[in-house]
């Protein structure tokens, strides 16, 4: 359920928080005191595209923050964060929150983590249900009808079991429509493909050589420079009267002169052994590096063209060499289907015709179960209407089967409906009266109740064009909806607003110049002061019969 709503610098509102209760909430005030902004700032946060023009008057930015108690909510919320890399829940709360500025910048967080729209859409799927004044129009489209349908008898596992087979034979059929091709372009698939697996298998590439070869190549490149180089070192350690251990021989002569003078010398003498020893080992070293410098023109051309040809197969087939690798690998599978495309399109075959009579086998059941139920929706409906004013009216839903399924199975269903005696019943798209309508859709989501797991219902000025004895009956359906769910309603009928547990009006006032929507939650007498203004006005008569509506 909705627990917080907080919106800032939305419209007329500068910033308001909304305590939502449990049950039936309703939501009342004068046309255009902004009641329709807490539709608006539910929609944001739930990931509905952003109006700029929604912005408050002279402000940067808006921000709607929604927190809701999710520890009934049935949909898999834990994964669905783990997934989506979000934080986790505290304490069963989920926090919403959408924000976006004049300069277009928009951004949206689940529980304080930064995230995009889709995702925002996707958990406000589970979370909220608005109906608005023309909500009811989806109604009209049969593919909802047959969701309502299965919805009411409970049949959406079989449903999704039907559609994961059309799933599947999709994917089959895809992969047969790659085989299927003329002769012609077969020939010419096939020598593409076997060139460049030929191309890639005779390289016989190794993931980590081209470093092992760019390295190699740099040094025999350099082989003369690298043995004049070293054959100078050589010259300056040990090779003239100059050279370095010549002159440590000077040098540790001077030392032992020292060391007889001053015997605690000695360390000078100790540190220059060392000095010469580590000179004799570069000596040495330096003589076997020498002996190893090749000058090899035939091993410089060779490594030469094999980086040439790493170089080319990487500008064809991928942009590393692991990735020249997995093409290859992704290219010998796709020969080898072509090849043996007669056995393909073989065990294609075995496996759409076993696919077909899953199908038909699942899609004729789904179908009985759908026929099944039928009779149990026309009357639920039909009771619904009843106590909505619709006494002589006559519901009936209308199945026929379809040739080619579909996602959702073999059939096709039409809602039909009488409101009088003596009318043939007729599709749902026929009838004129938008208020009619509207109580079509609420006898429906009435009779849904029980099988929605949405925790919150919004409906929105739906009793449109409805009045007397009927208004009563919406309001009591209300209530019978929030016995299941939390509800919010906004009305500007006095009998659907009396049987709200909690009761909230929205009023336009005037501040430093500006003029700033708020909603504040009534109290028993409050109540009957607004229900006595929806009534007709401040009236003895009106608050007495106001006061017996609250009882």
Known sequence: MLTTLRIKNLALVEDLTLELSPGYNVITGETGAGKSIVIGALNLVLGERADRTLIRSGSDGCSVEAVFDVSRLGAPLKSFIEENGLEPCEEHQLVLKRTFTVNGTNRQFINGSPTTLNVLAALGEWLVDIHGPHDHQSLLHPARQLAILDAFGTLQTQREAFAELVRRRAVFETEKTALIVDEKTYVQQLDLLRFQVNEITSARLLPDEEAQVEQEYQRVSNAAKLLQLSQ???????????????????????????????????????????????????????????????????????????????????????????????????????????????????RINAALQKLDVEIAHTGQALSAQRRRILPQLSKAVGKQLADLGFRQSHFDVAITSVEQPTASGFDSVEFQFAPNVGEPALPLRAIASSGEMARVMLALKTVLAAEDEIPLLVFDEVDANIGGETANAVGEKMLQIARRHQVICITHLAPVAANASAHYVVNKEIKAGRTISEIALLDKKERVIELARMLGGHTDAARKHAEAMLK
Do not use: M, W
Not at 318 to 328: N, S
């Open 232 to 346: 100078t070192a050589c010259a300056l350690l040990s090779e003239n009267e100059n050279s370095l251990l010549a002159q440590a021989v000077v040098l540790g002569r001077t030392l032992q002169e020292i060391q007889r003078v001053d015997p605690a010398a000695n360390c000078l003498l100790s540190l220059h052994e060392q000095a010469v020893a580590a000179l004799r080992d570069v000596q040495s070293d330096l003589f076997h590096y020498a002996e190893k410098v090749e000058i090899d023109p035939a091993r410089l051309q060779e490594l030469e063209d094999r980086l040439n040809l790493l170089h080319s197969l990487k500008r064809k087939y991928g942009a590393t060499l692991d990735a020249v690798i997995a093409f290859g690998e992704e290219t010998r599978q796709k020969l080898q289907q072509l090849e043996q495309r007669d056995g393909e399109l073989n």
